[in-house]
């Protein structure tokens, strides 16, 4: 009897050892490997408020998927330090922040080793305009760009060329790929001039000419025009596709493309997340 007793013991032990280790591996497994928290302003261009609103239905479905959280929020007080700090990445779906503090906010964040992914929009600025250029280590440092240039129109799709495929954002797209029908920006900096920026993504030749007006400066006929880089010193990457075709001139305003439609980019996108988002601060 008595060594019934040890032997049923023993068996009830395991069990409870079984059920603690199981509970450990689900809790991992179910644990979000890393945190993304996307900001957005959603109340200016229409093809802006269709991409913000794509974005965060594509990211929360995307997430389950890879296994990290998705948060999303049109509140810019909450660009402070204790905001930020239960975050891994941060995104600018089309705007920027405006408020001092809230940029200081978001410089410290980057500068003790932060992740960013900003969109189209995101880097605007022009002054005179509802976004000038008024934050110098925004626009000038961190992306390099400076101000806005010009853009092509209409909403057009382009071709690519990858200039870096051993960057972990870039490893799984082929040297030129169709993107989605974007507003294509040029800047006021040359990038390439820029010893911290890393062009990963450009225009190429083929794609010419870009746009389809109606004003002859709205089409490129020739020129570099980066869409997607790096800045070295950061964990970030700029991506200028994030403008939707809304059908302006028909007078619907309906939506004629979407920007999360394309696997290539999806995928570069995906990578640039799981890049950023393993450099845990």
């Known amino acids: ?50 991409f913000v609103h794509e974005a965060n239905q594509w990211f929360a479905e995307t997430a389950k998927q890879y296994r990290f959280s998705y948060d999303s929020t049109n509140n810019w007080s909450n660009m402070n330090k204790e905001f930020l700090a239960k975050y891994d990445v941060v995104l600018f779906l089309d705007t920027r922040p405006d408020k001092p503090e809230q940029r200081v906010a978001f410089e410290q964040y980057m500068k003790d080793g932060g992740a960013w992914i900003g969109f189209h929009f995101a880097a605007f600025a022009l002054t005179p305009s509802d976004f000038p250029q008024n934050w110098n280590w925004y626009h000038n440092e961190f992306l390099g760009s400076g101000e806005y240039k010009g853009n092509t129109w209409r909403p057009t799709p382009a071709i690519l060329r990858v200039e870096n495929r051993k960057h972990p954002a ?28 890393e062009v990963l993504v450009s225009v190429d030749t083929s794609s010419f000419p870009l746009g389809t007006g109606p004003k002859l400066w709205e089409i490129w006929h020739s020129g570099d025009y980066p869409v997607v880089w790096t800045n070295k010193k950061y964990r970030m990457l700029y991506v200028n596709m994030g403008h939707n075709d809304i059908d302006y001139d028909g007078g619907t305003n309906k939506e004629l493309s979407f920007t999360f439609t394309n696997p290539v980019q999806d995928k570069m996108v995906i990578d640039a997340l799981q890049w950023l988002g393993k450099g845990r601060r």
């Open 170 to 197: 870039m490893k799984h797209l082929p040297v030129i790929f169709k993107a989605s029908p974007n507003e294509w920006y040029s800047w006021q900096n040359d990038l390439r001039k820029n010893s911290d920026i």
């Open 1 to 50: 009897m008595k060594g019934l007793k040890i032997s049923f013991s023993f068996r009830l032990l395991l069990l409870f050892l079984l059920l603690m280790v199981s509970s450990v591996i689900y809790a991992q497994k179910s644990r979000p490997k890393f945190k993304v928290i996307a900001f957005y302003t959603g109340k200016n261009d229409r093809a802006h408020v269709s």
